[in-house]
């Protein structure tokens, strides 16, 4: 099994441009998040999804859009990249009570 | 509000030297605290569940125990593979989204 996968690894942005985050899982989990990670601070939640077809917000949703189409797939939008989305976004899928993280999708906008 | 602080923020042994990490967390109720490692450049690596006071659990050289208050990470004769950022994460009742509250963090840098 290869767990939670992330793609991109890394990617650069201008302001105001798109793009999409892909989260992947082969363990069949219901649940997936997706995380940023700043300096200083702790992990904090963006959206989250309890199965397929379904999000939610979580404790930073703003400026992001998620879509949960199909249960092993979970992705993450930025419709109009700002600095202050310069990340490290981490997707993690749960099985019972623990959430498995992805390697994580470095992002730099300009 | 839940919160979650890990001390200290950083900590660098010499090999061999035992040490504690500390996570002391403010939860209305306490579903499950989380221990995670995370080397640079990815993601945690799952370590322990802990779900009561008094419960302990052990992993190769590092054991892992719970108050009300506070959990600590006992790192037993650290070697350097031992060096990462040691994540703790509190699991307040409440929801069926199974949240985390995530600490800070505590990098630990073991010298040979």
């Known amino acids: 099994n290869a767990g939670v996968t992330q793609t991109p690894k890394f990617r650069v942005l201008k302001t105001g441009q798109s793009m999409t985050l892909l989260c992947a899982q082969d363990m069949n989990h219901e649940y997936m998040y997706w995380y940023r990670q700043d300096p200083g601070m702790g992990l904090r939640l963006i959206h989250y999804s309890v199965g397929e077809g379904t999000t939610a917000k979580g404790e930073v949703p703003d400026g992001y859009n998620v879509s949960r189409l199909k249960k092993q797939n979970f992705l993450l939008g930025l419709e109009s990249a700002a600095p202050s989305q310069t990340s490290v976004y981490f997707c993690?899928?749960?099985?019972?009570?623990?959430?498995?993280f992805g390697p994580g999708t470095r992002l730099l906008v300009l | 509000e839940d919160q979650v602080t890990q001390s200290p923020e950083a900590l660098r042994l010499q090999e061999g030297e035992s040490s504690s990490l500390n996570c002391s967390y403010t939860v209305s109720g306490l579903r499950g605290l989380f221990w995670y490692r995370q080397d640079p450049g990815k993601g945690p690596e799952f370590l322990f569940t802990l779900y009561s006071a008094g419960e302990e659990k052990e992993k190769e050289r590092l054991k892992a125990t719970l108050t009300k208050k506070e959990s600590f990470l006992h790192i037993t004769a650290p070697k350097p593979e031992d060096s990462a950022t040691y994540l703790c994460?509190?699991?307040?009742?409440?929801?069926?989204?199974?949240?985390?509250?995530f600490g800070t963090g505590t990098l630990l840098a073991v010298q040979p």
């Open positions: 993690a899928s749960r099985s019972q009570e623990t959430q498995y």
């Open positions: 994460a509190v699991q307040p009742y409440g929801g069926a989204t199974n949240k985390l509250i």
